[in-house]
């Protein structure tokens, strides 16, 4: 799948200690086993002049006091609690000066972001959307991304999970809806 550098994003979602390392808090080791993929397809995406956006999820301790009915600490316990170690991008991924991060508060990373501004201001049509958690964020991202017409690309190999069976789901029902899914070694920059 060849993709045109300058209006190509590679998205890595949360790719952070509280997912990817074994001492988070809500570690997923199918996350940690896609680092070293992230960082490859990072390396070529750069040197082909391709952007880089890294996202965080990230909660203030207070964030769902109070509420209704969404509270992810209620669901997945306290996690990624703003101002600790947790929320931190892993040391193994190169961030770099002139990548973007956007810093979510839920699992799409378009709400209430400033991503989509970023997207339409740096000319970005496609996404290659890895990272972590498949059925999670990286699913809700890319469903994000194709109804703001944006096309999502799901990089098959390169996203975490808890179970590979979410994996699979997530994988199977984005290309269904509403984006595709590509293998990082059948990605080419032209």
């Known amino acids: 799948m060849n993709f045109e550098p300058d209006s190509t994003a590679v998205v890595v979602i949360d790719m952070q200690n509280g997912f990817c390392h074994p001492d988070g808090s809500l570690y997923a080791p199918g996350s940690e086993d896609v ?27 207070e964030q769902f006091e109070g509420n209704h ?8 316990g306290e996690h990624v609690v703003e101002g600790t170690w947790e929320t ?11 990548d973007h991060i956007v810093t979510k508060h839920t699992y799409d990373a ?7 501004g970023y997207l339409d201001n740096h000319g970005i049509k496609d996404l290659l959307i890895c990272g972590t958690l498949a059925n999670v964020c990286v699913l809700h991202t890319a469903g994000s991304a194709g109804l703001r017409d ?9 996203v975490g999970y808890i179970e590979e069976g979410h994996k699979e789901y997530a994988v199977e029902h984005s290309a269904w809806l509403f984006g595709e899914g590509v293998k990082s070694d059948d990605i080419e920059f032209e």
Do not use: N
Request: a negative charge; proline letters at 5%; glycine letters at 2%.
């Open 69 to 76: 009915y969404y509270d992810e600490f209620e669901r997945w």
């Open 35 to 61: 680092i070293d993929r992230i960082r490859t397809l990072l390396a070529r995406a750069r040197e082909e002049g391709a952007s880089v956006v890294f996202t965080r999820d990230v909660h203030p301790p």
């Open 110 to 116: 378009f709400y209430q972001t400033d991503l989509e």
């Open 150 to 158: 944006f096309k999502p690309v799901i990089v098959e190999d390169a």
């Open 88 to 98: 931190e991008i892993v040391d193994e991924l190169d961030v770099r000066e002139d």
